[in-house]
């Protein structure tokens, strides 16, 4: 059983930087995946993806939204990931969620999320 905790939101004013860490709880178990990736989720809409990287090399992936502005990363000894959110915007405002995806299943292990909010 793996579950992830996501941390780091908080309210920040446009323009600003927030940096989000996701820690994977294994219960001593080693931590399998093949990728991690960030979505997020605003009130009344759908969750989407934000970015996503490999766990064991490649390099990441970003939605257009975010591309210039965000960037992920990941420390594989100590089973974490990160996003470094630059240069915030209004619309970047949701609840951010951290996930992990095995080769050939869907995104999994969702977490409580943790709320980013950006004022104007």
């Known amino acids: 059983q793996v579950t992830l905790y996501e941390s780091g939101g908080g309210l920040v004013q446009a323009g600003g930087s927030l940096r989000l860490s996701c820690a994977a709880s294994?219960?001593?178990?080693?931590?399998?995946?093949?990728?991690m990736g960030w979505f997020r989720q605003a009130p009344g809409k759908d969750r989407e993806f934000v970015a996503a990287?490999?766990?064991?090399?490649?390099?990441?992936e970003y939605a257009d939204s975010v591309k210039g502005r965000f960037t992920i990363s990941k420390d594989n000894i100590q089973n974490r990931v990160y996003l470094q959110m630059n240069s915030l915007k209004p619309e970047d405002t949701s609840v951010y969620y951290c996930?992990?995806?095995?080769?050939?299943?869907?995104?999994?292990?969702w977490g409580q999320g943790t709320q980013v909010t950006v004022s104007s």
């Open positions: 294994t219960s001593g178990r080693p931590f399998i995946t093949d990728a």
């Open positions: 990287i490999r766990w064991n090399g490649g390099g990441p």
């Open positions: 996930a992990r995806k095995i080769r050939g299943s869907d995104w999994s292990g």
